[in-house]
């Protein structure tokens, strides 16, 4: 009786426990219905379907047209002709440095080493010699320790103070050009007398016109004489500084790009002799051609 009593008491606490449980779920279903509207929608990615790639067919591009390049004349000649070699031999060891690039040098005649110099010279194959002639220049004072040829000479002596120069330095010369000489080179006259003695000890020797009066007949003399010639551009050692010197040679550059040669001539002085030794490997680099004046000579 006892236990019949104890399993009915059970069966009504596991019903009260079920419904207490169907309660709670029936509460929370009322109170999410009311909660839903209150939260925010879920979006949905709509995903597109998959569009085919349109492949356009290939058009080649218009030619590129290439940039106008104006023509240019190009790197032209140059000529070195260093003047007043003869007093010492230091042009020598500065010709030496310049190999293998060409210079001309000029040496005095009657002077201490000229034929010293002329003959050392004359030998290196990166160099040729020239007379550097002492000609009457416009001022009397400038006749020091030299024989200069006047044009009060007569045409006898003229020649025979020439022969004289030429017995020394003949041998080793290929050409002449003028020491001073402004006045000289200015009369008609006294330069045909020398250009035809110039032309009968050797017709192949040249006279470069050192250009130091804006009066000179030497090209137009030599022209009738059939002398072949040539005139200086640019003087280099004007002013003795080795930054002018340095402008000089820039100068002489752009006179062989407009007229496709240039002849310039220095002398025996240190600034100027430093300046082409730093300065003549870098011209034929830019594209120059170094020569001789006997190059350039007509």
Same mark, same amino acid.
């Given at each position: 009786m006892r236990n019949s009593n104890k399993n009915t008491n059970n069966r009504f606490f596991v019903l009260g426990v079920l419904f207490l449980i169907f309660l709670i779920l029936v509460t929370l279903f009322f109170i999410l219905k009311e909660i839903k509207p209150m939260l925010p929608p879920v979006k949905t990615k709509i995903i597109q379907p998959f569009k085919k790639a349109i492949i356009q067919p290939f058009v080649k591009p218009p030619p590129i047209k290439p940039p106008v390049v104006k023509e240019e004349k190009g790197h032209g000649e140059i000529a070195f002709d260093i003047d007043d070699a003869g007093w010492n031999t230091e042009i020598i060891g500065a010709v030496?440095?310049?190999?293998?690039?060409?210079?001309?040098?000029?040496?005095? %005649? $009657?002077? =201490?080493?000229?034929?010293?110099?002329? @003959?050392? +010279?004359?030998?290196?194959?990166?160099?040729?010699? /020239?007379? &550097?002639?002492?000609?009457? %220049? $416009?001022? =009397?004072?400038?006749?020091?320790?030299? @024989?200069? +040829?006047?044009?009060?000479?007569?045409?006898?002596? /003229?020649? &025979?103070?020439?022969?004289?120069?030429?017995?020394?330095?003949?041998?080793?010369?290929?050409?002449?050009?003028?020491?001073?000489?402004?006045?000289?080179?200015?009369?008609?006259?006294?330069?045909?007398?020398?250009?035809?003695?110039?032309?009968?000890?050797?017709?192949?020797?040249?006279?470069?016109?050192?250009?130091?009066?804006?009066?000179?007949?030497?090209?137009?003399?030599?022209?009738?004489?059939?002398?072949?010639?040539?005139?200086?551009d640019v003087f280099l050692d004007d002013n003795t500084s080795y930054n002018s010197v340095v402008q000089s040679i820039e100068e002489t550059k752009q006179v062989a790009l407009e007229d496709g040669h240039a002849i310039a001539i220095g002398h025996v002085l240190p600034e100027t002799l430093a300046a082409l030794e730093q300065q003549v490997p870098l011209i034929a680099q830019e594209g120059y051609k170094l020569v001789f004046v006997s190059q350039l000579v007509h």
């Open positions: 030496k440095k310049l190999q293998p690039y060409p210079v001309t040098v000029a040496v005095i %005649p $009657d002077t =201490p080493y000229g034929v010293y110099d002329a @003959k050392a +010279l004359s030998k290196m194959p990166n160099c040729q010699v /020239i007379m &550097h002639l002492p000609l009457e %220049p $416009d001022n =009397p004072r400038d006749m020091t320790g030299l @024989k200069f +040829l006047t044009i009060n000479m007569s045409a006898k002596q /003229i020649k &025979h103070r020439f022969d004289g120069f030429y017995k020394e330095l003949g041998r080793y010369i290929v050409g002449v050009n003028n020491h001073e000489g402004s006045l000289f080179t200015s009369n008609k006259e006294k330069m045909k007398e020398l250009l035809m003695d110039l032309k009968s000890k050797n017709k192949n020797l040249f006279f470069l016109d050192s250009m130091t009066s804006p009066y000179s007949v030497v090209g137009t003399e030599a022209e009738k004489l059939g002398v072949k010639t040539a005139k200086r």
